[in-house]
């Protein structure tokens, strides 16, 4: 069964950097072809892909957030990660993981909502 | 960036009834391997989006047939077969043909 959790810091301010953390079972990040995916909706809106991670460590960003964003992960702990740094109140959403399989984000996260507010 | 122009944006459908979601993309998502990464989601009211359809027409674990998707190159549908209580929530395609990563804009399913 996969599952997949995101974690967060709830609230933060404008500035700051926020760190996501997307906990997962039922799959391994070292197995070929796995990856993980970080989107995210604000409030009442659509979805915005935002990064993806690969078994062998390969990664892609959405050009859209400059270099703003890192993601990374811990195989061994079955966790990928995201950062976003100099937050501001256009970050406010909720913002999901997702399993990457032969390139199909077919399971996805509750999600996680992140408030930038000073 | 690839845009997909989802119509129609809002969609009132009865129990039972047919309907149709149109996505169209801003170029072909055909890549060179003759792959086209063209997927659908469901997203009921305060849940997370669900897998429905990917690469055009192969239906997710545990979808129901009376989904389907169908389409080619820029012009893609979505097409439930008798509508449920269960199908209301918004829909969106995906593409992942071209970096960046898009999505549709979505089409809210409502009961009429």
């Known amino acids: 069964q996969v599952t997949l959790k995101e974690s967060g810091p709830g609230i933060l301010q404008p500035s700051q950097t926020l760190s996501l953390t997307c906990t997962f079972s039922?799959?391994?990040?070292?197995?070929?072809?796995?990856?993980v995916g970080w989107i995210r909706q604000p409030s009442g809106k659509g979805l915005e892909w935002l990064a993806n991670?690969?078994?062998?460590?390969?990664?892609y960003y959405n050009p859209s957030l400059k270099n703003r964003l890192t993601i990374s992960k811990d195989t061994s702990n079955n966790q990928a990660f995201l950062k976003i740094t100099n937050v501001d109140t256009a970050d406010t959403a909720t913002y999901y993981c997702?399993?990457?399989?032969?390139?199909?984000?077919?399971?996805w996260g509750q999600g996680v909502m992140v408030t930038v507010s000073s | 960036d690839v845009v997909l122009t989802q119509t129609p944006s809002t969609l009132s459908a009865t129990i039972g009834q047919s309907v149709s979601i149109s996505c169209r993309s801003s170029?072909?998502?055909?890549?060179?391997?003759?792959?086209?990464?063209l997927y659908w989601y469901l997203q009921r009211p305060g849940q997370s989006p669900q897998l429905l359809i990917y690469?055009?027409?192969n239906l997710g674990s545990g979808v129901p047939n009376r989904f389907s998707g169908s389409g080619s190159g820029t012009d893609f549908t979505l097409k439930i077969s008798g509508v449920e209580a269960e199908d209301l929530g918004v829909y969106y395609c995906?593409?992942?043909?071209?970096?960046?990563?898009?999505f549709g804009a979505g089409t809210k399913l409502e009961l009429k």
């Open positions: 997702a399993r990457i399989k032969a390139y199909v984000f077919d399971y």
């Open positions: 039922g799959f391994s990040l070292s197995t070929y072809g796995m990856g």
């Open positions: 991670i690969w078994w062998d460590d390969d990664k």
């Open positions: 170029q072909s998502l055909l890549d060179s391997a003759g792959n086209t990464y």
């Open positions: 690469l055009v027409s």
């Open positions: 995906m593409q992942a043909t071209h970096a960046p990563y898009t």
